[in-house]
């Protein structure tokens, strides 16, 4: 059992170290706006903020159509970088929040790219 103990630590340290790399890199070029992303088992959350942290826009692919969440996750982008354009963002930092760049996280930032949007 502490096998397990401490197998899962091992993931939450570098899970951890992940997100304040990317965090530290991310605030250190302190960009205009930022989308952060967040992921459950379930679902992708996405936030544009601004450099005073309010948010400017949001979107989860909760009610969105697709056969399984990679696929939510590609038509959340599309239409989050619709919703960005019409709010005037066109170029924005992109922070994964400690997740490896894969699955749901990169097929969500690839279609905000195909939308129009910078990274």
Known sequence: ?????????????????RKHKVNS????????????IQRSNLYVKAQVLGRDGAVIASITDKGVEGANKTERAWNAGEKFAALLKDKWVSSLV????????????????DWVRKGGIQF
Do not use: I, T, W
């Open 1 to 17: 059992m502490s096998y397990l103990k401490n197998k899962l630590q091992e993931k939450l340290r570098r899970y951890l170290r």
């Open 25 to 36: 890199s991310v605030k250190a070029q302190n960009p205009e706006y930022r989308l952060l």
């Open 94 to 109: 992109f922070d994964r929040n400690g997740y490896l760049y894969h699955g749901r996280v990169k097929a969500f930032a």
